[in-house]
């Protein structure tokens, strides 16, 4: 069966996926220069954040995300979905989706009002399953280089 379960992104599965998610972006980033920054571990433990990895059938890592808070807006705390990934082998599987309904409802615990993100127009896929799931195009609210859309989505 498969399961979630809350890892510091520098535990073996984690940092496993985040390589590997690190890999797959910088060798398919349209015209190269993807940056690669692993996340600070901090960022991700609660109440700051949470990182979730998506163990499959076998135990066998084979996705991961997260949620960080950010700077509280006028209408509350926010918190931005980061690194979500699954494996070639889960694609298709609604493994995403329920990594990212796990992220939802962690940040609606912690009382966020909304949740954000940003991502590349490259990653179809992703940019589908956000759609789906309720967010919105926004303006930028950060300046990450490796993104050209940002989206959110009112949780309150």
Do not use: Q
């Not at 520098?10 to 910088?26: I, K, N, Q, S």
């Not at 991700?44 to 997260?66: E, K, N, Q, S």
């Not at 889960?90 to 009382?111: T, Y």
């Not at 009002?113 to 799931?133: F, K, M």
């Amino acid at each position: 069966m498969v399961r979630l379960r809350p890892s510091g992104v520098d535990e073996p599965d984690a940092h496993a996926l985040l390589a590997e998610y690190f890999g797959v972006r910088a060798a398919g980033f349209p015209g190269g220069g993807y940056r690669t920054t692993f996340p600070d571990p901090t960022a991700f433990l609660p109440p700051a954040g949470v990182f979730v990895v998506l163990d499959d059938d076998d135990g066998v890592a084979g996705g991961c995300g997260g949620i960080r808070r950010l700077a509280d807006t006028p209408a509350g705390i926010r918190f931005e979905v980061k690194h979500l990934f699954v494996r070639p082998a889960g694609r298709g599987r609604g493994w995403g989706r329920l990594i990212l309904d796990d992220l939802e409802r962690r940040a609606r615990e912690a009382g966020a009002v909304d949740l954000v993100l940003d991502t590349h127009h490259s990653l179809e896929a992703a940019g589908g399953l956000y759609a789906r799931s309720g967010f919105e195009s926004i303006e930028p609210y950060n300046d990450n280089p490796n993104a050209t859309r940002w989206h959110r989505k009112a949780l309150a």
